[in-house]
């Protein structure tokens, strides 16, 4: 049976038509948080972004499985509504429509039916702990202005504090300048008064990665991930438990993510850049 994966960050959202444990076809479009965005946004970018090429193949789809950042249950209702007028129009017969949180998504893809402790680094960051079905426990992350740590929006804040505040070494502060061609004023402006800046700050993750031959940044990204282990890992109190994690941040930063959680007590086993092959595997068991 041909079904529909969508797995939604708050930079892009990946959609996904599998059959029989197949992608079959794929389709990005930016990213969708129904906190953040309103119906008429969330719309647009259902009806202008997704191709009638992909819209025609998902049509019989027997499922929309929809994992998503900011997939509350209080909204979830908003989003199949949208999901079922986009891929289920008048006169079809409507299938399954599921919205459920990115973090169960990330689970579901990195463990299965196991237990562990699943964690998203990527624009945001969360962690949860399950029991090999659903989520039994989660730190809340609280987003990137007072929580998300060793998310990609929170290395950039950071970053970019330590930077202006005249913190880091000339010569880095002097190449950023150069590179982004962004002094101080253009950074304040960026984040204080033009729209996502969640997802400007997470764009200086490239910069930093370019950079992990410093001393100074290497130090820096391995304290923002221990960060990470010691606000919202240790309270789960189950160090015995395997840690696995997705996400673009967590991809690229690997070898600082594992070091980190070494340093706290944690052992990752496993990294993705992306849930997408693990959710179709996971529906295909």
């Not at 197949?22 to 965005?37: C, E, F, L, V, Y």
């Not at 689970?107 to 949860?128: D, H, Q």
Request: charged share 20%; net charge negative.
């Amino acid at each position: 049976m041909k079904i529909l994966i969508a797995d939604s960050g708050s930079t892009k959202t990946d959609w996904c038509l599998a059959e029989g444990g197949q992608a079959i076809a794929s389709a990005t479009t930016q990213g969708i948080n129904p906190i953040h965005q309103s119906d008429e946004q969330i719309e647009k970018i259902l009806n202008e972004e997704l191709d009638a090429d992909f819209l025609s193949q998902a049509e019989g789809v027997g499922g929309v499985y929809y994992y998503g950042a900011g997939a509350l249950p209080s909204v979830a209702p908003r989003l199949q509504r949208m999901l079922t007028a986009t891929f289920f129009p008048a006169g079809a017969h409507q299938k399954p429509v599921m919205v459920e949180s990115d973090l169960l998504g990330a689970a579901r893809a990195l463990f299965g039916v196991e237990e562990g402790i699943a964690c998203i680094l990527g624009t945001g960051s969360n962690s949860g702990l399950y029991d090999g079905h659903r989520l039994v426990m989660n730190t809340p992350p609280l987003g990137y202005i007072l929580g998300d740590e060793g998310s990609g929006a929170v290395l950039g804040r950071n970053f970019l504090g330590t930077l202006c505040k005249g913190l880091f070494p000339t010569h880095l502060a002097e190449e950023y300048h150069r590179q982004t061609g962004l002094s101080t004023a253009d950074i304040i402006q960026r984040v204080y008064r033009e729209p996502l800046p969640n997802r400007f700050l997470a764009q200086t993750t490239r910069f930093i990665h370019e950079h992990l031959d410093s001393a100074d940044v290497q130090q820096f990204v391995v304290h923002n991930f221990r960060a990470f282990f010691r606000r919202n890992l240790t309270q789960y109190h189950r160090p015995d438990l395997p840690v696995r994690a997705i996400g673009s941040v967590a991809y690229y930063f690997s070898e600082q993510l594992v070091f980190a959680a070494a340093e706290e007590g944690f052992a990752i086993d496993k990294v993705a850049k992306s849930p997408m092959q693990g959710l179709i595997s996971y529906y295909n068991f």
